[in-house]
Nanobody, 127 residues
Framework: QVQLVESGGGLVQTWGSLRLSCTAS????????MGWFRQAPGKEREFVAA????????YYADSVKGRFTISRDNAKNTVYLQMNSLKPEDTAVYYC????????????????????WGQGTQVTVSS
C-alpha cells in the first residue's frame, strides 16, 4: 500500500501562484509514476500532470501547459505541483495519485489507471 497526503491548497486571486505537495509513505516512492488530477463540482476527475518514476519525463493537460510544473524529490518521497497564472477555472479539489512504474508501458493519464490516491486539497481561485 502507498499512502499519499496532499498539502498546499488554499484561496488565491487570479494570476496568483500556489505550490501543492504530496508526500508518500508505505512503499519505495521512486518505483511509482505520480500524477496530479483535479475535480471541480459537478465535473469528472480530470488529468492535470504526471511524472515518471525518475522525474525524467513530464506530461501535462493542454489546459495547464505552460502554467503548471510537476516535479518530484525521491529523497523526500514528495511530488510537487507548482501552479502559476492561476485562473478561476482552475478551482477544484486537487488529488495526487500513484501507480507502479511496471504496470504500464506508457505514462498513464487516466484516473482509472492509478491505484493509490490522496484525500485531496482544495484550490480556489477568486476572480
Amino acid at each position: 500500500q502507498v499512502q499519499l497526503v496532499e498539502s498546499g491548497g488554499g484561496l488565491v486571486q487570479t494570476w496568483g501562484s500556489l505550490r501543492l505537495s504530496c508526500t508518500a509513505s508505505g512503499r519505495t516512492f521512486s518505483n511509482y509514476v505520480m500524477g496530479w488530477f483535479r475535480q471541480a463540482p459537478g465535473k469528472e476527475r480530470e488529468f492535470v500532470a504526471a511524472i515518471t518514476w525518475s522525474g525524467g519525463r513530464t506530461y501535462y493537460a493542454d489546459s495547464v501547459k505552460g502554467r503548471f510544473t510537476i516535479s518530484r524529490d525521491n529523497a523526500k518521497n514528495t511530488v510537487y505541483l507548482q501552479m502559476n497564472s492561476l485562473k478561476p477555472e482552475d478551482t477544484a479539489v486537487y488529488y495526487c495519485a500513484a501507480v507502479h512504474y511496471s504496470k504500464y508501458t506508457y505514462t498513464p493519464t487516466g484516473p482509472r489507471e492509478y491505484d493509490y490516491w490522496g484525500q485531496g486539497t482544495q484550490v480556489t481561485v477568486s476572480s
